[in-house]
């Protein structure tokens, strides 16, 4: 008794089980978003690319820490594209992407890198200015080589009298 008990309530769970796998799959769409430039600076315009066709519907977006929700526009077949511009304050990295489709969300890790801005200036110098100390040494090596020039101009000037 306890036996054929066992073995229906293990019928039961196997049954419920099998039934619930196909409901219970992960949802495969989109299958990858792509960015156009995958480097950019700050302020700067991407196109996204989403590859799914679950995306080409009405209402689809992306979104992203680095800009705002966008509504995707579908490409015809199963792709759908987006134009988006960097926040101006974004910070360097790596970025991902959330698509919303069908009110499903799925994230794409590292789809685009924001790149940091260049400290211009001589040699792509970090200081901030020449030190004191720096304008010393330089100022004396200038008089060094007036002094060295003068010099030079002088004795060659009283060689050309003999």
């Known amino acids: 008794m306890r ?6 309530v293990s019928a039961a769970t196997a049954a419920a089980v099998g039934l619930a796998a196909p409901a219970a799959s992960a949802w495969d769409q989109p299958t990858s978003v792509t960015a156009a430039p995958s480097v950019i600076a700050p302020g700067g315009q991407l196109v996204l690319t989403v590859n799914g ?23 015809g077949g199963s792709t759908a594209t987006a134009t988006v511009t960097v926040n101006s304050n974004a910070t360097a990295g790596s970025y991902s992407v959330t698509t919303n489709c069908e009110n499903k969300s799925k994230t794409f890790t590292s789809v685009f890198t924001v790149i940091g801005g260049v400290r211009g200036g001589l040699g792509g110098s970090t200081s901030t200015g020449a030190t004191p100390a720096d304008m010393a040494i330089g100022g004396g090596l200038v ?20």
Do not use: D
Request: aromatic share 6%; with cysteine; hydrophobic share 45%.
């Open 3 to 8: 036996t054929t008990r066992a073995l229906v």
């Open 53 to 75: 066709s679950a995306c080409t519907m009405q209402g689809s977006t992306v979104s992203s820490n680095a800009f705002p929700a966008t509504k995707l526009k579908s490409m």
């Open 143 to 162: 008089a060094a080589a007036l002094v060295g020039g003068g010099v030079f101009w002088m004795r060659r000037r009283s060689e050309n009298r003999i």
